[in-house]
């Protein structure tokens, strides 16, 4: 039972690069969420899917695409990535986001540098 | 609109000392909050959340909804607390919202 898995760990962009992010979970969860996290500023959420089929933005959805491929996997893409895109991207799923005491299990993340 | 505040980035207490994680939060509705928790090297993961009443790891969590605030306190904190503290908040099954995080350094 691996959780969340994320790849790639890290990776490096130059301005302008595009790359997809993918995230799986086999916990057979519902929804699932794109983060970035900065310094001083925490998690913000890009990205969610509350369940297979939908997706929503978050706070911070500008210059990112998503696709819930299926129940299990949720990739997010940069088209064209920016130096303000760097970040470390934290992938999680919960059994479902409507659920007042759902927790959600994160995957190790990846950190991604834009030059 | 939704928001979480921890107004300390970085809280240092000696072993044994008691701690106290601030958070506060604005919400119009009814609020879930949770504590996550980051080791170094290891994942986010949930440490407590209000609902559960519960005690974990040392650590307790009470609602004021007056204050709008939802502390995480220890009596006598240990070396192995010292991690990155998230405070967050469920919205409606619409949103999670984190806190900026607490880096919480216990001193030997």
């Given at each position: 039972?691996?959780?969340?898995?994320?790849?790639?760990k890290?990776?490096v962009?130059?301005?302008g690069?595009?790359?997809?992010l993918q995230?799986?979970?086999d916990?057979?969860?519902n929804?699932?969420?794109?983060?970035?996290?900065?310094?001083?500023?925490?998690?913000?959420l890009?990205?969610?899917?509350?369940?297979?089929?939908?997706?929503?933005?978050g706070?911070?959805?500008?210059?990112y695409?998503?696709?819930?491929?299926?129940?299990?996997?949720?990739?997010l893409?940069?088209e064209?990535?920016?130096?303000?895109?760097t970040?470390?991207?934290?992938?999680?799923?919960?059994?479902?986001?409507?659920?007042?005491?759902d927790?959600?299990?994160?995957?190790?993340g990846?950190?991604?540098?834009?030059? | 609109a939704q928001?979480?505040?921890?107004?300390?980035k970085?809280?240092?207490?000696?072993k044994?000392?008691p701690?106290?994680?601030?958070?506060?939060y604005?919400?119009?509705?009814?609020?879930?909050?949770?504590?996550?928790v980051?080791y170094?090297?290891?994942?986010?993961?949930?440490?407590?959340?209000h609902?559960?009443?519960e005690s974990?790891?040392?650590?307790?969590?009470?609602?004021?909804?007056g204050?709008?605030?939802?502390?995480?306190?220890k009596p006598?904190?240990?070396?192995?607390d010292?991690?990155?503290y998230?405070?967050?908040l469920?919205a409606?099954?619409?949103?999670?919202?984190?806190?900026?995080?607490?880096?919480?350094?216990?001193l030997?």
């Open positions: 039972n691996a959780g969340v898995t994320q790849t790639p890290f990776q962009l130059k301005t690069q595009s790359m997809t995230c799986a979970q916990m057979n969860h929804s699932m969420y794109w983060y970035r996290q900065d310094p001083g500023m925490g998690l913000r890009i990205y969610y899917s509350a369940s297979e089929g939908t997706t929503d933005k706070e911070v959805p500008n210059g695409n998503v696709s819930r491929l299926n129940k299990r996997e949720f990739s893409r940069l064209s990535a920016a130096p303000s895109q970040s470390v991207y934290f992938c999680a799923s919960s059994h479902s986001i409507r659920k007042r005491t927790t959600q299990y994160f995957g190790p990846t950190r991604l540098t834009v030059l | 928001r979480v505040t921890q107004p300390e970085l809280l240092s207490v000696f044994g000392a701690v106290e994680l601030k958070c506060n604005s919400y119009s509705g009814s609020p879930e909050l949770f504590w996550y980051q170094s090297r290891q994942r986010l993961q949930l440490l407590l959340r609902i559960s009443r974990i790891k040392g650590f307790t969590a009470d609602l004021n909804k204050e709008t605030s939802f502390h995480l306190k006598f904190a240990q070396e192995e010292s991690a990155m998230y405070c967050a469920w409606d099954g619409q949103n999670f919202v984190f806190g900026p995080g607490t880096r919480l350094s216990v030997p």
